[in-house]
């Protein structure tokens, strides 16, 4: 389904997205043995690659995706499956939640999810009373924006300052929208058609910080012959992004910051999408699924992911898919971030206003404006530079 203000001096975001300075002090020079003491927070900062990890839905635990975040925040993610689940997206739930060290940001990612609605009263009583077999849970139609306004917000009990379309999203949403109305004709499926939209919010909490809302939608509307004579519609509202990022009020630039940096480092395991898209497509074929065991894909999937269990998928340069060219597409709309190139070509997008930036082979990347600064002498590890 689907990638902090260049501050005047860099200290004021190293101090607000980290925790106490930490020294970490090595002999810089053999000849003379001087010692040279670099403060985390001061000196450079660390981004580290998180992983969400899927342990239920295979024989063995495999990587979903990753993403870049400050390396001392605290991050927990899931996955979790529920096959007896009526409402099909739902079956499949992925959560995020990462802290800062000073409690000072929150990013919350929460599970998609679908809510359902017809105009025809008839069959709208047949899905609230649970007889349609797959219905999600039943609300009127809304757009990202107004999902925003009148379920998420009220959900994390916070006030709603803005909310708006991201008018520089929607032609992605559009053309999303075009292609899957376009496979449904195709198909011969003509009774359907699509609307996507994007939306960014501001909340206002009780506790007096505040908070960035993005959310994705997409409306799939069905015209069908209605009971009651004339043409009816039904809706399905897909909510493929709840994205919030608290934080203490006065930090909006550099939670912009760093949400830019988790979107545009976002990376997806091609092979565990493929195997889960094998199981929706096994369920919309009637596949008989065993309720309450632990659920799983097709053999030749299972095979897929232990032969890619490696992290090549990490390294590709290209987006292999919707969400993480539409992660990209978020991280370049809000502003946050600069392109960096190893020595192999390969391109990665770190957080903005920095001067020099080093990789490792774990996926972590350090950032510094000091021009002395070298984290191999340092650390005495293997970082490489990297060129802008």
Known sequence: MSKILIIAGFLTFLLSCNSEPSEKSTTTNGSNNKTSKAVEG??????????????QGFNQPVEVSSFLLPANWQVNSAIQWNGTNKCMPEMVQASIQATSPDKEFELLMFPVTQFD????????????????????NIAKPEDATGYIRKYLAPYLKAQVKTAKPIDALQQQMDEGARQMTTIARQAGNNAYSHKGSAAEGML????????????????TITTMPGTQGGMANTYQCYVSMRIVLKYKTGNEA?????????????????????????F???IGRSAQVELGKQIEISRQAQEEIGNNIVRNWEKNNSS?????????????????????TDDGGNKVE?????SNAWGKGDGSYLLSNDPSFDP???FNESWKRLNK
């Open 204 to 219: 206002q909490f009780a506790d007096n910080n505040e908070g960035l809302a993005f959310c994705t939608l997409m409306q």
């Open 376 to 378: 191999n002498v340092t």
């Open 280 to 282: 929706f497509a096994n």
């Open 350 to 354: 770190l957080t903005s206003g920095y």
């Open 254 to 278: 550099m939670a912009r910051k760093i949400a830019s940096t988790f979107f545009s480092s976002s990376k997806i395991n091609p092979q565990w999408a493929t195997a889960v898209q094998t």
């Open 320 to 340: 292999s898919n919707s969400t993480e060219q539409f992660n990209q597409q978020f991280g370049e709309y809000l502003r946050g971030v600069d392109g960096w």
């Open 117 to 136: 609605w017809s105009n025809d009263p008839v069959y709208l009583d047949a899905m609230k009373r649970g007889f349609n077999m797959h219905s999600c």
């Open 42 to 55: 001061k000196d450079y900062v660390i981004l580290k690659r998180f992983r969400v990890v899927d342990a």
